[in-house]
């Protein structure tokens, strides 16, 4: 059953919102710096929240939010993700911080969205491990400053993402092992950070930030099973069997073995990663993958949702039974339940929902966005989640992406997510007005309600 202290929230990432990207002393990230494809914005304004945060905590109170999941940027914090720490970077996020418990709304704070800092990246980025104590005194720093208010830490956002989807893969500039390298370094920082957390005795919860999704057969063939299962223990599995137990995957380790990517342990490792569990496990769903035996080999685009092949254990495949969202997402709510049935029963520790939403070209009409597919989008996913629970699935918080529109990380601003329109453009600011959305209405109810009849509201304004 669903308490009534059920953080019903919505999310964000400080690279995709914020803007500000140079200020105050704040770094290069990655994100600054990156080749982005021709006709996608930069991430130099994105949505301003910068300087406008008091405005968009404002209307996260009005919708009624018991919980924004935000995320710190590392380049604001430690310029060069190592040495000197800027104090105006601990300001600002000190000002967003109490706005936000002033206002009754719980921050649940990410370290680390995707953008590592640049001067860390030329030194090798996750491939050399020094970034592994660059990370772990960042955030000695975070908990240090920030004890006693956040009661939810998140290490790494999708870290399962940034490694099976790498575009610096897809485009042959590094190695399956060398990216398993970095994905291990990644592991054992993380592993460092939540025993640094427990030992330091510092209030509150951590956890990982996964993309998980439960990876379907395409058939009932024998065959095709075994490929979902190897695929899930891959993207899944691998990254949180090591948060939660420890360590590695079995089966993850025997595919890492097969094609040459089992990264090497540094003679302590394996220790450090016995020694840092998590509290809860944070995650984020969008939609399941389908997979068969391994056929031929197909490519990915790089899309975070996108499914890919692996010679001789899976082969990705579309799912017939499901509808497509505009932009090629296929839509799964039953999935979602499924999803958080078989982390419960893997894992036993509470979940929470830290992004699930639908991306769509919204448009503006007589000062209003009348965003119906995402109500029905979020409805059905609500109440997929809700009969989760209801079967025994402890779950206590769901933070749709976005609170408010931002730079999608592949479309820029043509994809939008938030419950609140930003009025600008990829490459025209325009005012950057607020406009609350249908769906901003129609969450507002099912805060109220706390999340009850998510299906007889839809549309309620």
Not at 265 to 280: K, M, S, T, V, Y
Not at 292 to 317: I, V
Not at 401 to 430: C, P, Q
């Amino acid at each position: 059953m669903k308490k009534n202290d059920f953080l019903w929230g919505a999310a964000t990432s400080a690279y995709q919102v914020e803007g500000g990207w140079n200020e105050d002393g704040k770094g290069l990230s990655v994100q600054d710096i990156k080749k982005l494809p021709e006709n996608t914005s930069d991430f130099k304004v994105s949505s301003d929240h910068y300087h406008r945060f008091k405005e968009d905590i404002a209307l996260f109170k009005e919708l009624g939010l018991k919980a924004y999941r935000l995320s710190i940027a590392w380049t604001r914090i430690v310029p060069k993700g190592f040495g000197e720490v800027n104090q105006a970077g601990l300001a600002f996020y000190d000002q967003l911080i109490d706005e936000l418990i002033a206002a009754g709304i719980e921050p649940i704070v990410t370290v680390y969205h995707f953008d590592l800092p640049a001067a860390l990246e030329e030194q090798g980025g996750w491939n050399n491990r020094q970034t592994i104590d660059a990370f772990a005194d960042y955030c000695h720093v975070l908990f240090e400053h920030f004890n006693g208010r956040i009661k939810y830490w998140l290490t790494i956002n999708e870290q399962n993402m940034m490694v099976l989807a790498s575009s610096a893969v897809l485009a042959g500039k590094k190695t399956n092992r060398q990216n398993f390298q970095e994905n291990h370094h990644m592991l054992v920082a993380q592993a460092k950070v939540m025993k640094l957390f427990h030992d330091n005795n510092y209030q509150g919860q951590i956890g990982p930030a996964p993309n998980i999704a439960y990876i379907n057969p395409a058939s009932a063939k024998p065959e095709d099973v075994l490929a979902a299962q190897n695929f899930n223990a891959l993207r899944n599995w691998l990254f949180l069997d090591v948060p939660v137990y420890g360590r590695y995957n079995h089966q993850a380790v025997n595919i890492l073995k097969k094609i040459d990517a089992m990264p090497e342990f540094a003679p302590d490792d394996a220790e450090i990663l016995q020694a840092g569990r998590c509290d809860f496990i944070a995650f984020n769903y969008y939609s399941t993958n389908t997979v068969s035996a391994f056929h031929e080999a197909q490519g990915t685009d790089g899309d975070q949702q996108a499914g890919f092949s692996l010679p001789n254990f899976f082969e990705s495949q579309s799912n017939p039974y499901l509808e497509e969202t505009e932009f090629g997402w296929e839509i799964d709510p039953i999935g979602f339940k499924t999803t958080i049935h078989e982390l419960y029963s893997r894992y036993h520790l509470p979940l929470i929902v830290t992004e699930n939403g639908l991306g769509g070209r919204d448009i503006v009409e007589d000062g209003q966005v009348h965003d119906t597919y995402r109500i029905d989008y979020l409805a059905k996913h609500v109440q997929q989640m809700e009969e989760a629970i209801e079967e025994g699935a402890d779950v206590f918080g769901y933070c749709p992406w976005s609170a408010i529109d931002l730079i999608s990380t592949h479309e820029g601003f043509r994809k939008r997510y938030g419950f609140v329109y930003v009025n600008r453009s990829d490459f025209d600011l325009k005012d950057l007005k607020r406009i609350k959305k249908d769906s901003f209405y129609w969450y507002k109810k099912i805060i109220q309600q706390n999340g009850s009849q998510a299906e007889k509201i839809k549309g309620l304004k």
